[in-house]
């Protein structure tokens, strides 16, 4: 057991936890926007998906990390665009189409990728480190937390800016009554569509982004059904979450936690069986359910479509 | 732009807004002056909504012109009403309730950052100027109607507006909270402002109003100018707008035109009766409700209910008048205390079993709740007799028998519709409440729970329910009337309770002039108790 402390165990151990928290983090933190806008996005699985292909590819091509994480936002716009045109504008039924977003996302990529690379699988390499002055110093911590990519800091910063905004800005006032009562924003002279087309966008751009962190930084390959499932799990999360970005993260690291154990006990010698840890994220998240179900809270206009005068 | 010390007129030329099957407003002109309180009066669907829509930006009108001294003005959407300087009180809350009052001030607030420093002190000129006080962080759903209505009014006069709309603002308050509104108008509209005032309340209008003008039927019927009023007299104000209201139907409506139009204080004019020799019908004891939502539970309510009573549930919508009435009519569990029904105990009965004792439930959501609106007018008379001789027979509908069941009700209770097929979802709203009227009072009816039983309807309509409702009690019938109209409930019913956040706080009997002032004091008492 003793290996299970030594320092260059835990250091592995922690930057495993982050390397699976993030991708779902960024997910999820657009799932929140969406969903306090009142827009449920079921097709996030798919936008991860392609955000995850686009992103491989681009990097595969340019050979530069930044590029692929950029290709990957755009591209879970780009899928997201469905969403923005046919639920948002159009009013169509958000479960249907979600749906629809994520088989489209699942059988595309999966298609293209089968298509061009399985001859020659191919892998990305790392990004280079980018280790705080100072900070990276620190045993342990300083490895795995301060020695991160810059990528890994500016997804941070993003992510506590959106939560910034969300509290403190008058759009994340906006964004929050287009979910809570649309009417209200209207009467306000606020747009609906507006407000909701935003949250969407960034909805599409977050969750590109945590597809692309998955295949870049997190696997450095792309494979079909990448995700598996991990859409989903955001969309739990951000339920349980309560529209609170910082509770997010917070949630989204106990599930790179539970992703990271299993390996962590294998290296250490324990022998459990590799079907429990494959089912240990999925386990989790049953127990995080079971727990905290009940107090799950939906905006109430979650799904509605909007339009003036309608009661 | 907060005061204009010239009068300047808001003027609506020809306004004509038609939906699908009916003209909502037909060519309706009218001045609106600033420092003035003109009064829309006319009773539901007279097109009076319809018109604030219309200055609100939320719909645009089919042909007509709006301008504002003298310039025409096209309000193409909500934010240019407000540009405009057009607030609008909706009469259903625009409010979000689970922001703070300050957040949903801010709410449309242009700039990045939230200027809570500047929303607070905005919301203390206008507190000022409205003569109320407003806690800025308290939550929306946590206030008070008469609150979150000053928050609304705030909200309205949130960028300096010129004309303050005010929908049906006094349907839902007590009789000292409409007091207070009534000074707050007073001071807007000492501040130089416009305000429209919609009731349906005569004595509103004549007390608040300046000037009058009365729709019908989607038109403009009667103008009252601001000297003519003053040079009226109450009662000659009362004639000149009760004929333009109800035109060549005045004669046949007779006096209960002026009692349905709010003209005078309601008041029951059967003489009390003795009820206490007769014999109980529904004795609640200590009853506390447990559903599965967020609603407001009831908590330890006793009533008794006699036999040929009317008792009346008064209070602010949302305070458990929904768990009540369905914990009585068996839809919802009672986690304690016991249910007493002619002496049975039918706390642990199902909904049907109370039904064929007699236990009858009038929902508020009559279009969800109480009908199917995709199936016929017949088999939404009958639906809560499903599987009952004589409709079905082992299993499989006799629909000659109730063809014939739906003939008599549709005659008995004169429900307006093309025919028994018809799907209930397309008749008017009144037609659909005489149909749950008619399926819940017949067939051994000896209890009925009501709630809400006239809201959104017509005068007519709601006059017909009224009698039905008494002439049930009449006949030896039990009624639980729950209800937000104070009015309603002093005209129905012998005595009136007061529930409030799922608690009864107070009993009034029915007995005279009064009763209104008293079943308020329990209203604000209860509310100011538990704040």
Not at chain 2, 156 to 176: H, I
Not at chain 2, 206 to 220: H, I, K, P, Q, S
Request: with cysteine; proline share 3%; hydrophobic share 45%.
């Amino acid at each position: 057991m003793s290996d299970l402390l030594s320092t260059a165990f835990v250091t592995v151990f922690v930057a495993t936890v982050i390397a699976q928290a993030l991708p779902l983090m960024l997910a999820s933190v657009g799932e929140t926007i969406g969903e306090q806008a009142g827009v449920l996005n079921l097709g996030l699985e798919g936008v991860m998906l392609i955000g995850a292909y686009v992103a491989f590819v681009t990097t595969l091509t340019t050979g530069n990390f930044w590029f692929g994480m950029l290709a990957g936002a755009v591209g879970g716009v780009v899928a997201n665009l469905a969403m923005l045109v046919l639920n948002v504008w159009l009013g169509l039924n958000q479960i249907v189409i979600g749906l629809a977003v994520t088989l489209i996302g699942e059988g595309i990529t999966s298609v293209l990728y089968l298509q061009n690379y399985t001859k020659s699988p191919a892998s990305l390499g790392s990004q280079p480190s980018m280790p705080i002055p100072g900070l990276s110093e620190i045993p342990v911590v300083g490895q795995a937390v301060f020695s991160q990519s810059g990528i890994f800091w500016v997804v941070i910063l993003i992510t506590l800016g959106l939560a910034f905004a969300m509290a403190r800005t008058n759009w994340g006032l906006s964004t929050r009554s287009a979910g809570q009562k649309p009417s209200s924003l209207d009467a306000a002279g606020g747009s609906v569509m507006r407000t909701r087309s935003i949250a969407v966008v960034l909805n599409g751009a977050l969750a590109g982004m945590g597809g692309a962190y998955l295949a870049l930084l997190t696997t450095s390959t792309f494979s079909p059904m990448l995700t598996n499932g991990l859409g989903f799990i955001a969309i739990v999360i951000t339920m349980l979450s309560r529209g609170r970005i910082l509770i997010v993260m917070i949630t989204s690291l106990v599930y790179g936690l539970a992703v990271a154990i299993g390996p962590a006990l294998q290296v250490s010698g324990v022998s459990v069986p590799a079907d429990i840890i494959k089912m240990l994220p999925f386990l989790i998240v049953i127990v995080m359910l079971i727990v905290f179900a009940r107090s799950s809270v939906v905006p109430p206009a979650l799904g509605a479509a909007y339009s003036r005068g309608a009661r | 732009m907060t005061t204009t010390t010239t009068s300047e007129v808001i003027s609506l030329r020809g306004i004509t807004k038609a939906f699908p099957g009916v003209v909502a407003n037909d060519d309706i002109s009218l001045d609106i002056v600033s420092g003035q309180v003109h009064c829309l009066l006319g009773e539901n669907g007279a097109g009076k909504s319809t018109l604030i829509s219309i200055l609100a930006g939320m719909q645009q009108p089919d042909s007509g012109t709006v301008s504002i001294g003298g310039q025409p003005v096209d309000i193409s959407s909500p934010k240019v009403a407000v540009d405009l300087g057009i607030g609008v009180v909706h009469q259903h809350s625009t409010l979000v309730p689970a922001f703070t009052v300050l957040e949903n001030l801010m709410l449309g607030d242009s700039g990045v950052m939230r200027d809570t420093k500047r929303a607070t002190q905005r919301l203390g000129e206008l507190a000022e100027l409205l003569g109320v006080e407003i806690d800025p962080h308290a939550l929306t759903s946590d206030l008070g109607l008469g609150q979150q209505q000053q928050v609304e009014i705030a909200k309205a006069m949130w960028k300096g507006s010129r004309l303050l709309v005010l929908d049906e603002p006094t349907s839902m308050l007590t009789p000292q909270a409409i007091e207070h509104l009534g000074e707050s108008i007073a001071r807007v509209k000492a501040q130089g402002l416009a305000v429209v005032l919609i009731t349906h309340k005569l004595r509103e209008a004549y007390a608040m109003g300046d000037c009058v003008t009365v729709l019908r039927g989607g038109r403009n019927v009667g103008h009252i100018g601001v000297d003519e009023l003053a040079s009226y007299s109450e009662e000659q104000a009362q004639d000149a707008i009760l004929a333009a209201m109800f035109g060549d139907d005045l004669a046949a409506a007779g006096s209960d035109a002026v009692d349905l139009a709010g003209a005078g204080e309601a008041q029951r004019e059967t003489a009390a009766l003795d009820l206490s020799s007769r014999p109980v019908r529904l004795q609640l004891s200590g009853v506390t409700s447990r559903g599965p939502g967020h609603d407001v539970e009831t908590e330890d309510v006793t009533l008794t209910v006699r036999a040929g009573e009317i008792l009346g549930i008064a209070g602010i919508d949302g305070h458990g008048q929904q768990a009540l009435s369905e914990v009585v009519a068996g839809q919802r569990p009672a986690a304690s205390g016991t249910v007493v029904f002619d002496g049975e105990d039918i706390t642990r009965t199902g909904v049907r079993s109370r039904q064929q004792l007699g236990v009858r439930y009038v929902t508020d959501d009559r279009l969800h709740e109480g009908t199917v609106g995709s199936m016929s007018v017949a088999l939404n008379l009958v639906i809560k007799r499903i599987g009952q001789a004589p409709f079905w027979k082992s299993g499989r509908i006799q629909s000659k028998a109730v063809d014939i069941e739906a003939d008599r009700l549709i005659a008995e209770y004169g429900i307006r519709t093309p025919s028994p097929a018809t799907r209930a979802g397309t008749l008017s709203g009144g037609n659909i409440q005489k149909i749950l009227l008619a399926r819940e009072l017949t067939g051994g009816a000896k209890l009925v729970v009501v709630n809400k039983p006239t809201y959104g309807l017509d005068l007519k309509t709601v006059h017909l329910v009224r009698e039905l409702l008494i002439d049930f009690a009449a006949d030896g019938g039990s009624v639980l009337l729950l209800s937000t109209d104070l009015d309603e409930l002093i005209e129905l019913s012998h005595r009136i309770e007061v529930i409030s956040r799922g608690r009864l706080v107070g009993g009034v009997t029915n007995d005279g002039p009064g009763t209104a002032e008293k079943v308020g004091h329990y209203m604000t008492g209860a509310i100011e108790g538990t704040d």
